[in-house]
């Protein structure tokens, strides 16, 4: 386990450039916050990952304030290995994190889910896989207390690697696990609840005749069988990042797009799998979409990672798009050292926060929050 963490600074931002505050934390080596989500009376739940060697990583969970991005309580917890967080939801009035654990001693890696209260203190942990390497980087809470881990295998499947849903209980028992793939590598990034009934995987596949990796959506009923697949996707490589419900049984997806350069594709399928709508939002820089959250006012904001090719500097961006995809308002945020998005989250006041990481002159990552206060009048260019 790694030691207290050491280094919390929250920055207030001035308000012209929408950035109400920052906040940056970590152990002084490298850190990364991987996902974040609301948590209770104002409140932001962070997980992540901690260094505390080159070999040897810890997860790493926080509560955050949102009024002014200040930490309230931090902890690292993990073995001798490297214990990772990269998904985080609020399952009732707690919050599960999931993520990969080499520190079981069951595998390489194992899929790893651990349950917090409000206060930092553990409920629960569990792991599942089998002998070689195996993870979740999503999760989404179900009615009851149960949830659904998604995230990718290399135990069992058709070959190389499957995308691998886990369905927990309560308690963390495992009440179901299915793989879906085929003879490449496949896996899952993002999963959400379509309706009350079903819950769609979004991610990546190598397989199904996919040279350059297609983006690949699986919907799983209440038992975890398959209500319908498909891959979506051009010449070059798509990765579904993220997805949401869109309110009427299916789900809209962020997605990466290597078009000319890597672009922003968000589209929508129908409960039946079948896409309805898309936009690409290009650029002559690399736009890497990472999330994709609905707005209180309708619409959606979607947050990533932008880097210029010429020189390999990374900030994040922000968009708040309408329900036709169209662009209301833009912001970009970043420094002189490399920032890079990997989660957001909307708060009930309309206010985003975006989580990543943010490099430093003489150090490794640090862990990064930022909050931005998005406006429907301040139109951004597309």
């Given at each position: 386990m790694a030691p207290l963490i050491v280094l919390a600074l929250a920055v207030a931002a001035g308000e012209d450039a929408g950035i109400q505050w920052?906040?940056?934390?970590?152990?002084?080596?490298?850190?990364?916050?991987?996902?974040?989500?609301?948590?209770?009376?104002?409140?932001?739940?962070?997980?992540?990952?901690?260094?505390?060697?080159?070999?040897?990583?810890?997860?790493?969970?926080?509560?955050?304030?949102?009024?002014?991005?200040?930490?309230?309580?931090?902890?690292?917890?993990?073995?001798?290995?490297?214990?990772?967080?990269?998904?985080?939801?609020?399952?009732?009035?707690?919050?599960?994190?999931?993520?990969?654990?080499?520190?079981?001693?069951?595998?390489?890696?194992?899929?790893?889910?651990?349950?917090?209260?409000?206060?930092?203190?553990?409920?629960?942990?569990?792991?599942?896989?089998?002998?070689?390497?195996?993870?979740?980087?999503?999760?989404?809470?179900?009615?009851?207390?149960?949830?659904?881990?998604?995230?990718?295998?290399?135990s069992e499947g058709s070959g190389g690697s499957d995308l691998w849903l886990v369905k927990l209980d309560g308690a963390g028992e495992v009440e179901w696990s299915r793989v879906f793939g085929g003879l490449g590598q496949d896996k899952a990034f993002a999963v959400a609840p379509a309706d009350s009934e079903m819950v769609v995987a979004a991610g990546v596949t190598y397989s199904f005749s996919s040279v350059s990796g297609d983006a690949y959506l699986v919907a799983c009923d209440a038992w975890g069988q398959e209500v319908w697949s498909?891959?979506?996707?051009?010449?070059?490589?798509?990765?579904?990042?993220?997805?949401?419900?869109?309110?009427?049984?299916g789900?809209?997806?962020?997605?990466?797009?290597?078009?000319?350069?890597c672009c922003v594709w968000i589209f929508d399928v129908d409960r039946s799998g079948g896409m309805t709508a898309e936009r690409a939002s290009a650029s002559m820089s690399d736009l890497r979409a990472e999330s994709l959250e609905p707005w209180p006012g309708g619409g959606w904001v979607v947050a990533g990672t932008v880097e210029e090719p010429a020189t390999g500097d990374r900030d994040i961006f922000a968009w708040l798009l309408d329900g036709s995809l169209n662009t209301l308002w833009a912001e970009t945020v970043g420094g002189a050292t490399d920032e890079y998005c990997t989660d957001a989250a909307v708060l009930p006041d309309g206010r985003m926060v975006v989580a990543g990481a943010a490099g430093t002159s003489d150090k490794g990552d640090q862990g990064w929050l930022v909050c931005l206060r998005p406006s429907a009048g301040q139109a951004g260019a597309d």
């Open positions: 920052t906040c940056i934390a970590g152990s002084g080596l490298d850190d990364c916050i991987e996902a974040v989500t609301p948590a209770a009376d104002g409140r932001i739940f962070a997980v992540g990952h901690t260094e505390v060697t080159s070999d040897n990583t810890d997860g790493w969970a926080l509560l955050v304030d949102s009024d002014r991005g200040t930490v309230i309580w931090q902890k690292a917890l993990g073995g001798a290995g490297r214990d990772e967080f990269y998904g985080v939801a609020r399952v009732d009035s707690c919050y599960l994190a999931v993520g990969r654990t080499s520190s079981s001693g069951c595998g390489d890696f194992d899929l790893w889910a651990v349950e917090f209260d409000i206060h930092g203190n553990i409920l629960w942990q569990r792991t599942a896989g089998g002998p070689l390497e195996d993870g979740a980087n999503a999760v989404t809470a179900l009615p009851g207390g149960s949830a659904v881990a998604a995230g990718y295998t290399w498909g891959f979506f996707g051009g010449a070059g490589y798509d990765f579904a990042k993220d997805a949401e419900p869109d309110g009427s049984g789900v809209v997806c962020a997605c990466w797009s290597k078009r000319q350069t």
